[in-house]
Each structure stands twice: as C-alpha cells, then as structure tokens.
C-alpha cells in the first residue's frame, strides 16, 4: 500500500497552539509535522537544521522516543487512527469480494479511500470534540461551605452559607428538575430574594404593617410593640 499523502490539519488548533511563536518558527514548525509523516520520527540533527540550530519553543512540540527521536504526538495519533481506518475498510471490502490483495487492488483502494476516509476522520474528529464541549458545559461539582461563605463575603450578603449547602444538597442540587448549573448565580438569586424580602413591610398578628426598621426598633422593648399596636388598632 502506497504512504498516506495527507494528514487533518486543525487551523483553530494550531493557530492557538502557535500564536507567541515568530513566523520563522511557525515556518520550522510545520516543515517538521511534514517531514515527521513522510519520514517517521525525526533525530535532532534534522530538528536543528530546519529550526537553525535549537529552539526550545519549537522543541517543546515534541516528545522523544525510546531511541531520542523527535515526534508530535497528536501528529502520530491522527496519522495512526487514519491508517486504521483505511485498513479495516480494505479488509472488510476484500471480505465481500472475495478477492485476494495485489498492487492494483492496493493502488485503488488507496484512490477510493481517500476521499471517503477525509468525510469520516474529519466527522469522528468533530463528534469527539463537541462531546467534549458537552461534558464541559454540563460538569458541575458541588461547592463547599467555605467555598459558598467566601462567595457571599465577597458580595457582601448575609446569606448563610451553611443554609445554602444544606438546602440544595438536601435537593440533591437540583432547581426545580434540572440539575443545577451554576451556584454562584443561585447564591445571587437568594441574594436578591432576601433583599426584597426586607424592603418589604412586615405585618404584626393584628394585621397593621411596620417596615422592616420600625421592626429592629421594638425588637429590645416588646412592650412597646404592643403600644404601638393598640394605637394603630383604635386610629
């Protein structure tokens, strides 16, 4: 079988991968992913003669060998799993054909693969990564108290961290019938909860109205809430 003439290129990786490295070693960079799938994993005198002596920035692309060679090693998975590939879809072919292998069955199955193989890898590659995507979005890890207090000492609420923790962990972390997403933005929503809670007036047991402040005033004197209410119930 004639050597794979072509490798996937990720440009968001790469330009990510890439983006403090110079445009010589840019340059140096990928001439040795090429030289590293059309030859194998490449010695050090190769390294320095397409890098201009050693880059450590360049280097750090790539891990050695048992023997000391250089090689990329996403570079040497993608090139290993379209080999696979490849293989098993010849095998299963010449399985229902029946048909012994020979040069020209290789050279065009190599053809006919080739664009097929493309289609395949590039969707295997792009389920992988929004999998990824997915499991990141929907991780969530339930905070600590101490987490949940230091959270609430930054926002400068009263929110009692340990209530917090009890109260959802006693619900499994759940609002409602969805897991929960993120806490801080719950720990906001208490927040706001317990703000409204006080701005609003209180009722007393007679049903006449006291704000929240003219409540804190009787709270040490209950002697003169009851005055008050008695004035409030005969205007």
């Excluded at 968001?12 to 140096?28: C, I, K, P, R, Y």
């Excluded at 379209?82 to 229902?96: D, G, H, I, M, P």
């Excluded at 389920?127 to 987490?147: A, G, M, Q």
């Amino acid at each position: 079988m004639s050597k794979d003439p072509a490798f996937l290129f990720y440009p968001s990786d790469f330009l990510t991968g890439t983006m403090f490295l110079s445009n010589e070693q840019v340059g140096a960079y990928i001439r040795l992913l090429c030289a590293q799938h059309q030859q194998g994993h490449l010695p050090q005198r190769a390294m320095e003669m397409m890098c201009g002596g050693i880059d450590e920035e360049v280097f750090s692309k790539f891990e050695q060998d048992e023997k000391g060679l250089y090689y990329n090693k996403r570079l040497d998975n993608e090139s290993e799993r379209r080999t696979n590939y490849v293989q098993s879809r010849r095998k299963n072919l010449a399985c229902e054909k029946k048909e012994p292998d020979n040069p020209h069955m290789d050279s065009h199955m190599d053809s006919h693969m080739e664009s097929h193989m493309e289609s395949h890898m590039e969707n295997e590659n792009e389920d992988e990564n929004i999998d990824k995507t997915k499991s990141k979005r929907t991780l969530f890890s339930p905070p600590t108290v101490e987490e949940v207090s230091d959270y609430c000492k930054e926002r400068r609420n009263s929110i009692s961290a340990e209530n917090f923790v009890d109260f959802y962990t006693s619900k499994n972390w759940m609002i409602g019938k969805n897991k929960m997403k993120d806490w801080k933005a719950s720990v906001r929503t208490w927040e706001r909860n317990h703000k409204e809670q006080s701005a609003s007036p209180k009722q007393n047991f007679a049903g006449v109205e006291y704000s929240e402040e003219q409540l804190k005033s009787f709270e040490d004197d209950p002697a003169e809430l009851i005055e008050r209410w008695k004035e409030k119930s005969n205007d």
